[in-house]
């Protein structure tokens, strides 16, 4: 092993003091006394939170697991027409924000949208004489947080159901098991682990959603703390909120951690042999590919056209100054979040890589858990001490000095970039990790030899070979920032907003058809990030002419540095 070098220990103790402060700030603030409104909140909202937050989790794991498992084993194991095409089209949702989702869907909607209109010109009725579904309902979030966050269970079931056992198929085949019955008792079950993951992510995500549940007027816990905070100005109350919700997402992290408790996969044989898939015919096929034309219509193709629509037809124009100035601050607090986070992520997992200990491994544990934390969670649980020690600074500093500081990080861009650094440093972590773990140990005992240090190694032989999966991380990171909307609302200083704010305040006065001009920017921008995951995970699919590239150069890498 290299030699030890103590400060990349104490350097990733620090990152992963920093993102605990806000988890810590909540927690402790239970045993705060605020200015009376907690009583007040339970007896009043707080049912009606826990409730509706509870409707939300049932309908999006029942709408996450139908949309996601169904098209991902179909997509393995069928053969119909477009499967290709599904095949990554379906991961095109995660490219658009619930958010956006809601704004389009609302406009196209509601009573003075396209479709009623529609429907009362060609009957003749009036608004009084039909039934319309209401968008703006428990309903209709269930609806768009299910197509908008189903690619997490189709992602990681299509990769379950790829690395599932041909035999075990095959027996069930003999055994006179139907495809039906073989995806019901043998491919589900063995996928149970990563169905409940992506489900757990999809639920982490829907109790982090603040723009959808604020323009449908549905009471939730991030509502409730942005209207504690801001309202009625009780910041005691409003992080009592979050501790609350903090317990959702700790419960959903241990139900997916419980599900695969000892639980433990295996490649044993280095060969790969290909699925036999079953060839669909007729009305089959068709109804396979209209299975799963509907989430992808729903969750991306649908909104897409409709916002290009409204943009193209009455939307704001996206080179005027003010438009300009909202892109340059997105770009900026995008582009700072995105450099930090890949740095502190390859610090990281490089002292957990060279040190190996207790210490550097918990370390990465705690840096990894924001992502699970709510963006409200985070930027109260940051507010608090950081608006307390700028006000002790600026005191100490007046008072010896005679110099009035203000509030240097709570009135910057600073504190924003660090609550953002606590939601995004799973991202950028997981990914330099997996690159990591792609680089054979024997490179670095072929760098000792020939007399490099670990900083000269991670400068000379690791850096190079990171880079790709660096690039990666980053511009996942960059495209988070740029449509996240809770902690920037909460957060942004004075007069400073972004693309996700101008979208948030135009969809808050129903201006629906300008708010289209941000939204579609902000899905325009996370289409990126989607199409190079895409095509990293056709390319690294087995039996593909990219893997076993990949696989035969591994060994020649191996001898050159043994």
């Avoid at 007729?282 to 991306?300: D, E, Q, Y």
């Avoid at 809770?486 to 996700?500: E, G, H, S, V, Y």
Wanted: hydrophobic residues 55%.
């Amino acid at each position: 092993m290299l030699k030890r070098i103590p400060w990349l220990t104490g350097a990733a103790l620090v990152v992963a003091a920093l993102v605990a402060v806000p988890i810590l700030s909540v927690i402790w603030s239970i045993f705060q006394t605020g200015q009376g409104n907690w009583p007040h909140l339970v007896e009043t909202v707080l049912p009606q939170y826990i409730a509706n937050s509870l409707i939300l989790m049932a309908g999006v794991a029942v709408g996450v697991i139908v949309g996601g498992v169904g098209p991902a084993w179909l997509v393995v194991m069928c053969r119909f027409p477009g499967r290709r095409i599904f095949e990554w089209a379906l991961i095109l949702p995660l490219a658009v924000p619930a958010y956006v989702v809601a704004y389009a869907y609302t406009d196209f909607l509601q009573a003075a949208g396209p479709v009623q209109t529609l429907i009362r010109d060609l009957s003749g009725w009036t608004a009084q004489d039909y039934w319309f579904p209401e968008i703006r309902s428990l309903g209709g979030a269930i609806v768009i947080f299910s197509t908008v966050l189903m690619p997490y269970t189709y992602l990681l079931a299509r990769t379950a159901f790829l690395e599932q056992s041909v035999c075990v198929l095959e027996v069930a085949a003999t055994l006179g098991r139907s495809p039906w019955n073989r995806f019901r008792t043998v491919a589900v079950p063995l996928a149970r682990p990563a169905i409940v993951a992506g489900t757990a992510l999809a639920l982490m995500e829907t109790l982090a959603d603040f723009g959808t549940v604020a323009h449908f007027g549905i009471n939730t816990f991030t509502t409730g703390i942005y209207r504690t905070w801001f309202s009625m100005g009780d910041r005691v109350a409003a992080a009592q909120l979050s501790s609350i919700l903090l317990t959702f997402v700790f419960g959903l992290l241990l139900l997916e951690r419980y599900n695969r408790h000892k639980a433990r996969f295996y490649q044993t044989s280095s060969k790969y042999q290909q699925l036999k898939p079953s060839h669909l015919r007729g009305f089959k096929a068709w109804g396979a590919a209209l299975f799963c034309s509907v989430p992808l219509v729903v969750g991306f193709l649908a909104p897409f056209l409709i916002l290009f629509w409204m943009a193209l037809t009455a939307g704001h124009d996206l080179f005027s100054s003010r438009y300009i100035e909202l892109t340059t601050n997105s770009v900026i607090l995008a582009g700072v979040t995105a450099i930090l986070a890949v740095g502190l992520a390859l610090l990281l997992s490089y002292a957990a890589r060279i040190e190996q200990s207790r210490l550097t491994i918990g370390a990465n544990l705690i840096a990894g858990m924001g992502y699970a934390i709510p963006g409200s969670i985070i930027a109260v649980g940051i507010l608090i001490p950081v608006a307390t020690f700028d006000n002790a600074l600026s005191a100490w500093l007046e008072a010896n000095f005679g110099i009035e500081t203000g509030l240097l990080l709570t009135g910057s861009i600073a504190a924003l970039v660090f609550a953002y650094l606590v939601r995004f440093m799973a991202v950028a972590l997981q990914t330099v990790q997996a690159s990591f773990a792609k680089i054979t140990p024997n490179m670095e005992h072929a760098s000792r030899t020939l007399g490099h240090g670990p900083l000269s190694t991670g400068l000379r032989v690791h850096l190079p070979i990171l880079s790709g999966g660096m690039l990666t991380a980053g511009l996942i990171v960059f495209v988070d920032v740029m449509k996240e909307l809770p902690a920037t609302l909460i957060m942004r200083p004075f007069n400073f907003d972004t693309l996700a704010i101008q979208a948030y305040n135009l969809a808050k006065d129903e201006r629906l058809t300008q708010a289209a001009t941000p939204s579609l920017v902000i899905v325009a921008c996370g289409l990126i990030p989607v199409l190079v995951i895409s095509r990293a995970i056709m390319q690294s699919r087995p039996g593909t002419k990219a893997a076993r590239r990949l696989r035969t150069r591994a060994p020649a890498k191996s001898e050159a540095f043994t």
